[in-house]
């Protein structure tokens, strides 16, 4: 018996111990087991306590009379799958008749405490049928990505949701985005991991930083073009105009309008080109956009009015030709002068990393998504990287960015080098750069150098 309970309370030790340091392991090994059984137990009461559950039908109100039997109870959502996830567990239920998937979304906060979870959100999966996913833990404060395929496309895995999913920066669904941070909040990292993840794909990088290159700059091997000034960043992007116009050309030749193409073959954009045909996309990277729309001059003034143009005309009609644009900055709003306004409701997908006040928030998603601007004022200091993304359908998230250094970024451009494309119209803006140097291979039987 003695050692019945030892062993018990050693369990208890490591069980406690997993909690606080490797709450991931906790939930692997101890979490799952006690949540299944939580939710499980306790799932009538819950949905009863909650009002999700719906009177019982007149037809069985009418048997129980007739065969003199006890009112029949309310009947809760059916369970029609329970999965458990490596940060939580995935419940789809059936709504009963008159329920509505927004009462389990007005609900969700009660879920959350009575079953004893982290966090809880809830989606309509198809008519009649909700999905609850449920984390057991706090996935935002230490931030893993799962080890992943290769997505292919233009879609990149840069964050970690706060329901324990992947958020993918899609650049086909979402072509043109926003990002918007203070100082400290984890926007470059933010930029850093999309430049990262787009290395490895077959796509032309364009950046545009006015830092005279600090974050951009290191990373220049894997971009075709780069711009450090707003002067040499206005002839950049009359030359993306430029280019624009000429994949317009290329579509044009190629549509071949007549009775005997079939539908399939007709094509309004790049993707449905012929592989041998198909341009380059190219992903245009701004980084503070407030240094290209700051003037002091007239000279400045009419500098800045043909780079807004540029960029308006590129967000408006780049899409098509495969021209995608990422704007950052700390604050984009109306006082950066006219045509700010005009590209913001261009740029559908919206990214706000911590602001210093509600009218930075409000820049962001006060046109989109109002339910937003609080949860982003909301983000602590002491989490850098932690952000609110939504986009014009008014549905938003909390994600997060694990952390990557520069030297593990440029790493990979580096690695990568030989999949940055030459575009014609943008040779004059090829960042130049000394070839890389080679790590000399030891002769046979002698023993590398230890540093």
């Known amino acids: 018996m003695t050692a019945l309970w030892v062993s018990l309370a050693l369990v208890a030790s490591v069980a406690l111990l997993l909690r606080w340091q490797r709450p991931a392991w906790y939930w692997m090994t101890f979490g799952i087991l006690f949540a299944l059984v939580r939710v499980l137990g306790r799932y009538a009461s819950v949905m009863d306590a909650c009002g999700l559950t719906v009177p019982p039908s007149r037809w069985r109100l009418t048997l129980a009379r007739m065969t003199r039997r006890p009112v029949p109870e309310a009947r809760a959502p059916r369970i029609l799958r329970l999965r458990p996830t490596r940060t939580g567990l995935v419940l789809r239920v059936k709504l009963r008749p008159g329920q509505d998937a927004f009462d389990f979304s007005a609900a969700s906060d009660r879920l959350r405490h009575s079953f004893v979870m982290r966090n809880v959100t809830t989606r309509e999966i198809r008519s009649g049928v909700v999905e609850l996913r449920m984390t057991g833990y706090d996935v935002l404060k230490r931030v893993q990505m799962p080890a992943l395929p290769d997505g292919g496309g233009m879609r990149v895995p840069v964050a970690i949701r706060e329901d324990g999913e992947v958020y993918y920066r899609d650049y086909r669904q979402i072509p043109h985005a926003l990002n918007v941070g203070a100082t400290q909040s984890g926007k470059s990292v933010y930029q850093r991991n999309l430049v990262a993840g787009l290395a490895a794909l077959d796509v032309a990088l364009v950046g545009i930083d006015c830092k005279q290159g600090v974050e951009l700059a290191p990373l220049a091997r894997r971009f075709t073009a780069l711009a450090d000034n707003p002067d040499t960043a206005v002839d950049l992007l009359d030359a993306l105009v430029g280019h624009m116009e000429d ?97 913001r409701a261009q740029l559908t997908g919206r990214t706000a990393h911590r602001v210093n006040d509600e009218t930075s928030a409000n820049m962001a998603f006060g046109d989109v998504a109002p339910d937003a601007v609080l949860a982003t004022i909301q983000i602590p200091t002491d989490r850098p990287g932690t952000a609110v993304v939504g986009d014009s359908s008014g549905g938003w998230v909390r994600i997060r960015t694990p952390h990557l250094t520069l030297r593990r970024a440029v790493n990979t451009c580096n690695a990568h080098a030989h999949r940055t494309p030459e575009i014609p119209a943008l040779d004059a803006f090829r960042p130049v750069l000394p070839p890389l140097a080679k790590t000399p291979t030891p002769a046979a039987g002698t023993a590398p150098a230890i540093a």
């Open 247 to 343: 994949v317009y050309q290329l579509i044009r030749r190629e549509q071949r309008l007549s009775a005997d193409i079939p539908d399939a073959e007709i094509t309004a954009d790049i993707w449905d080109l012929p592989d041998r045909l198909r341009p380059t996309p190219i992903v245009l990277m701004v980084d503070e956009v407030a240094e290209l729309a700051l003037f002091a001059t007239k000279d400045e003034e009419k500098r800045r009015d043909r780079i807004i143009t540029s960029l308006v005309r590129l967000s408006q009609l780049g899409r098509a030709a495969g021209i995608y644009l990422e704007i950052c900055g700390q604050r984009f709003g109306s006082e950066l002068g006219k045509g700010i306004t005009m590209l």
